[in-house]
C-alpha cells in the first residue's frame, strides 16, 4: 500500500480524505498522488448566454491552481512524499488510467455535484479501477491502521479477490473478523468461510468468523452493524456480485453500502 492514488475536488469533504491518505502513507511508509481533474462543463451552442469551452479553460484552470495551492501549503508541513497532476478531463477516466500503478485509489463517498445516494464515482471505479478503491465518509477524521477490521464474506470471487487485496490493511489490523450474513434461501458457496481464514492465516493474520442471521434486516444493516459491534474502523467487500444494471435498478449490497457510509469501505472487483 505504498503508491496511494488521491482523488483531489474543491469541496468541504476533501479534507476527510486527505487525511485518511496521509495516515495510510504514514503507516505504509507510502507516496501520495494527488489526482486533480478539471472538469469543463459541457453547453449548448445555441444558448446565448453560454460561453465556449476555450472561455471556460483559463478560468477553470485558474480556480484549480488557486485550490491546488492552498492544499500544497498544508502538505508542506506534513512528513509524507507527494507528487500532484492537474489535467482537463472526467474524474471517472482519469482516476482509471492513473490507477495503474496505484495500490489503492482514494475517493470520496459523496457525488461531487451534491446529489444525494451513493457516489457514482466510487460507483464506476469499484468496476474499472485497476487498483482497489477505499470510500471514504465526509465525516471520517482520519485513519487507523492498528483499528479493527470486518470483512464481509459471501463466497464470491469479488469476495475472495477483496480478502487478497486488503492483506497489506489486514495485517496491520488489531483484530479482523470475517462476517457472512446468512440468507434464508440457500445457495451455492464457490468458496466456504474457512477457506478465506485459512488463506489469512497463511498470512500471519488471525480472524475470528461469524455467521449472522439476517432476519428482515438488510444484508447492509447486518454488515453495519457487525462492524459497530466490532469497533471497526474498515470494512472490507467485493464489489458488484451481480451485475452493475442489476444494482442500479433493484438496489444491492455495494450500492447500499457505498450511500452515507459510517466507516472507511475497501472495495474491489
Known amino acids: 500500500m505504498r503508491s496511494l492514488l488521491l482523488h483531489v475536488h474543491e469541496e468541504p469533504r476533501f479534507d476527510a480524505r486527505l487525511q485518511v491518505a496521509l495516515d495510510l502513507a504514514r503507516a505504509f511508509d507510502g507516496h501520495i498522488s494527488l489526482y486533480q481533474p478539471i472538469p469543463l462543463a459541457m453547453l449548448w451552442p445555441g444558448d446565448p448566454f453560454a460561453v465556449t469551452a476555450t472561455d471556460l479553460a483559463p478560468m477553470a484552470k485558474d480556480r484549480a491552481e488557486e485550490y491546488r495551492r492552498k492544499i500544497e501549503i498544508r502538505l508542506a508541513a506534513e512528513d509524507v512524499p507527494w507528487n500532484w497532476v492537474s489535467e482537463f478531463g472526467v474524474a471517472e477516466a482519469g482516476l482509471?488510467?492513473?490507477?495503474g500503478l496505484a495500490d489503492l485509489a482514494i475517493v470520496g463517498a459523496g457525488n461531487t455535484d451534491g446529489r444525494k445516494?451513493?457516489?457514482?464515482?466510487?460507483?464506476t471505479l469499484a468496476i474499472q479501477s485497476l487498483a482497489p478503491i477505499l470510500v471514504v465518509p465526509d465525516t471520517a477524521e482520519g485513519f487507523a491502521?492498528?483499528?479493527a477490521a470486518v470483512v464481509a464474506w459471501d463466497g464470491s470471487l469479488e469476495a475472495s479477490r477483496a480478502l487478497r487485496s486488503a492483506v497489506p490493511l489486514l495485517q496491520k489490523a488489531s483484530a479482523v473478523t470475517l462476517v457472512?450474513?446468512?440468507?434464508?434461501?440457500q445457495r451455492e458457496v464457490e468458496l466456504p468461510m474457512l477457506d478465506g481464514a485459512r488463506y489469512l492465516d497463511r498470512h500471519g493474520?488471525?480472524?475470528?468468523?461469524?455467521?449472522?442471521?439476517?432476519?428482515?434486516a438488510s444484508i447492509t444493516h447486518v454488515l453495519r452493524e457487525a462492524a459497530r459491534a466490532r469497533e471497526a474502523g474498515l470494512l472490507v467487500m467485493g464489489a458488484y456480485g451481480?451485475?452493475?444494471v442489476v444494482e442500479t435498478l433493484f438496489g444491492g449490497v455495494t450500492r447500499d453500502m457505498l450511500t452515507n457510509p459510517d466507516i472507511p469501505v475497501f472495495l474491489s472487483h
Open 96 to 99: 482509471v488510467e492513473q490507477s
Open 117 to 123: 445516494g451513493a457516489s457514482r464515482l466510487a460507483g
Open 242 to 244: 451481480v451485475p452493475r
Open 145 to 147: 491502521a492498528d483499528g
Open 180 to 185: 457472512e450474513v446468512e440468507e434464508t434461501k
Open 205 to 216: 493474520i488471525a480472524c475470528e468468523i461469524v455467521q449472522i442471521g439476517r432476519g428482515d
